[in-house]
């Protein structure tokens, strides 16, 4: 059994991201331990769990419990059963504070993500969390890392200042997926129009540049260790309509990459392969 190590923030995960991560990994055998900044429970974005807030009526507050489109955008039964299942381990009930944590003790590090700016700035902008992504990668340590987790380590820095990512094939949130949500959002919260978008581009920035995507590939040695679905996979649709998501027994909609003891993935629709994957990693490790 192996003990791994999943830091969150205190606010604005996203559910899936996390919770079927947790669920993967408890289903295969191993432990789980979570930190956030101040040592207490953290609370997933919650318009990912109600779909509360996801219509053209959602800022009314008699209306908005009403769901349309947020029923479609709110993580799927499954993970919000996992969220809820999660809520009640203990090892969510009291995580470790950020400053606590250390690589000593675990044997990997899985990063999942979330694109709420009111909490996942916290997450991505932590000097703490860089230098715990980066000390877990020196040690050549089983490292998860799904949609914006993966910005967070590319924001990790070796002595060198070169992105811990430099060398290696990953993928992350790509700009398709982000930018078909970001439309989306500016519509239907068209009084929170950046709500799919954790950071926004500045005058005379192209669009996309502060992306998942365009970020994290300035943080490589080439843009071509950036991968996405190959146009010729023969589940292309499935994989990048944003609209299928992977399941326990069925991984086709997954797209993951694998370089050494990184695996990277896109978004939640990826997160039983990905926490397969990683799982993976970590029995390599143990045999």
Same mark, same amino acid.
């Not at 070169?162 to 989306?184: D, I, K, M, N, Y």
């Given at each position: 059994?192996?003990?791994?190590?999943?830091?969150?923030?205190?606010?604005?995960?996203?559910?899936?991201e996390?919770?079927?991560?947790?669920?993967?990994?408890?289903r295969?055998?191993?432990?789980?331990?979570?930190?956030?900044?101040?040592?207490?429970?953290? @609370?997933?974005?919650?318009?990912?769990?109600?779909?509360?807030?996801?219509?053209f009526?959602?800022?009314?507050?008699?209306?908005?419990?009403?769901?349309?489109?947020?029923?479609?955008?709110?993580?799927?039964? @499954?993970?919000?059963?996992?969220?809820t299942?999660?809520?009640?381990?203990?090892?969510?009930?009291?995580?470790?504070?950020?400053?606590?944590?250390? =690589? @000593?003790?675990?044997?990997?590090?899985?990063? !999942?993500?979330?694109?709420?700016?009111?909490?996942?700035?916290?997450?991505?902008?932590?000097?703490?969390?860089?230098?715990?992504?980066?000390?877990?990668?020196?040690?050549?340590? !089983?490292?998860?890392?799904?949609?914006?987790?993966?910005?967070?380590?590319?924001r990790? =820095?070796?002595?060198?200042?070169?992105?811990?990512?430099?060398?290696?094939?990953?993928?992350?949130?790509?700009?398709?997926?982000?930018?078909?949500?970001?439309?989306?959002?500016?519509?239907?919260?068209?009084?929170?129009?950046?709500?799919?978008?954790?950071?926004?581009?500045?005058?005379?920035?192209?669009?996309?540049?502060m992306?998942?995507?365009? @970020?994290?590939? =300035?943080?490589?040695?080439? !843009?071509?260790?950036?991968?996405?679905?190959?146009?010729d996979?023969?589940?292309?649709?499935?994989?990048?309509?944003?609209?299928? =998501?992977?399941?326990?027994?069925?991984?086709?909609?997954?797209?993951?990459?694998?370089?050494?003891?990184?695996?990277?993935?896109?978004?939640?629709?990826d997160?039983?392969?990905?926490?397969?994957?990683?799982?993976?990693?970590?029995?390599?490790?143990?045999?």
């Amino acid at each position: 059994m192996a003990k791994v190590l999943i830091p969150i923030p205190s606010k604005d995960f996203d559910p899936s991201e996390v919770a079927i991560s947790w669920s993967v990994l408890k289903r295969l055998g191993h432990s789980v331990v979570f930190a956030t900044p101040d040592g207490r429970p953290g @609370e997933a974005d919650d318009m990912m769990i109600t779909g509360e807030g996801l219509d053209f009526w959602g800022f009314i507050p008699g209306l908005k419990r009403f769901t349309a489109i947020g029923r479609l955008m709110r993580a799927n039964a @499954e993970a919000r059963t996992a969220y809820t299942n999660m809520l009640a381990d203990p090892a969510f009930k009291s995580p470790l504070r950020w400053s606590q944590a250390r =690589r @000593e003790g675990f044997d990997g590090l899985l990063l !999942p993500g979330g694109h709420r700016a009111r909490g996942m700035r916290q997450y991505l902008e932590s000097d703490i969390l860089q230098k715990l992504v980066t000390q877990f990668f020196a040690a050549n340590l !089983p490292v998860g890392a799904i949609c914006h987790g993966v910005l967070l380590a590319a924001r990790s =820095r070796t002595a060198d200042g070169r992105s811990v990512l430099f060398g290696r094939r990953t993928t992350a949130l790509t700009w398709a997926l982000e930018h078909a949500g970001w439309r989306v959002g500016r519509v239907v919260r068209f009084w929170d129009p950046s709500y799919y978008r954790t950071y926004g581009e500045k005058p005379g920035e192209p669009d996309g540049f502060m992306s998942v995507q365009q @970020e994290t590939t =300035r943080a490589l040695a080439g !843009p071509a260790d950036f991968l996405d679905v190959p146009a010729d996979s023969p589940d292309y649709k499935r994989k990048t309509s944003g609209m299928t =998501r992977d399941t326990w027994e069925d991984g086709r909609a997954a797209f993951v990459v694998r370089d050494g003891n990184y695996i990277s993935a896109r978004w939640p629709g990826d997160a039983h392969t990905f926490a397969k994957a990683f799982a993976d990693r970590l029995g390599a490790r143990a045999t």
